[in-house]
């Protein structure tokens, strides 16, 4: 379960933007620093770059720097795979200094090798890239063992205290019925909670056949989550897997998430590289936050329901206002 301490924190941070009056600020830092993987998932949009870039690191100095300078109480470390940096440790070690909850994405290949850099903390979170049962997996990352691999990671961070979570991308062909059984699966494992988002289009990534259209989307998930069990938990808003259903309406919010990566803070969101700012009032001051989002006509964002864009959205939502609290409890109790 999330600790309370975490959900006060992002609480009370949201309540006192609201009370500022500020309409667009940050929820959670995209920090990429590096693209570098050990892996060459086919719809994967970030590794598509020549070895100069891939070379590339952010330093721990300029990870921090990016973290005072955004203010977002949480921290997504993502790539590229995180733990090929050979300072990952001091990185993490000066955000949890800086008090930021941070999730670690990883597709756990190192994880076990690497583990003994960490010590357990609430403010540290290994998220496990998972996209389904062994079969599933496996043809996602386009290699074999590499789900047997990350469980077993999993295991063993879970054995030593550390909090857990798997992060799940599903895509065109998804089975429903399998979905549900491998929540059931990850969650006997005794992780924390599932974060599922349906696949975002790259352009660069190699496979664009089985990126879902916005309907697919919404019949999927109302598959998956018909009769929703309670042995699942979700590190998701409520109100977003119920957007995720069709059962409310939101825009993106690409200002909630912000990217920071080895070229700067990605312009607009960390789907989309429309050019990069040199700071982070710049990223705010300067791109044309209207120009995107799924009411904005933008080809490139009409079939994006991803959690990067509108989770912040109904973050947004739950504290706005009293209605839309209230349609959180419900969408929690059902």
Known sequence: ???????????????????????????????????????AC???????????????????????????????????I??????????????????IERKKYIYLCTNAILLRKRIDLFKPSKYLTFSIHLDGLKEEHDESVCREGVYETAVEGIKEAV???????????????ANPQRVRTFFDEVMSLGIEGIMVSPGYSYQKAPDQEHFLQRNKTRELFQQILRE??????????????????????????????????VFG???????????????FKELIETTPWEKY????????CAN????????????????????????TVKAALS
Request: proline letters at 6%; a positive charge; charged letters at 20%.
């Open 159 to 173: 054995k030593r205290g550390f909090r857990v979570t798997i992060n799940s991308t599903l895509f065109d062909g």
């Open 1 to 39: 379960m999330v600790p309370l301490s975490q959900i006060w924190t992002v609480a009370s941070y949201v309540l006192s933007k609201k009370i500022k009056g500020e309409k667009r600020y940050p929820l959670v830092l995209m920090l990429e620093p590096l693209f570098r993987c050990n892996l």
């Open 265 to 279: 803070w990605q312009k607009p969101c960390y789907l989309l590289q429309d050019g990069y700012a040199k700071s």
């Open 78 to 95: 993502a790539g590229g795979e995180p733990l090929v940096h050979k300072e990952i440790d001091r990185i993490v070690a000066g955000l």
């Open 228 to 261: 929703k069990k309670k042995s699942w938990k979700f590190n998701l808003s409520p109100l977003f897997l119920e957007f995720l259903q069709g059962n409310v309406e939101y825009d993106c919010t690409p200002w909630g998430n912000p990217t920071y990566n």
């Open 304 to 327: 994006c329901m991803v959690h990067s864009g509108y989770e912040a959205t109904a973050v947004n939502d739950t504290f706005g206002s009293w209605k839309g609290f209230v349609k």
């Open 42 to 76: 086919a719809g994967c949009g970030k590794i598509q770059y020549p070895d100069h870039i891939l070379n590339r690191r952010l330093t721990p100095e300029q990870c921090w720097a990016a973290a005072d300078e955004c203010g977002a109480p949480i921290v997504s």
């Open 293 to 300: 989002g799924f009411r904005s006509g933008n080809p490139k």
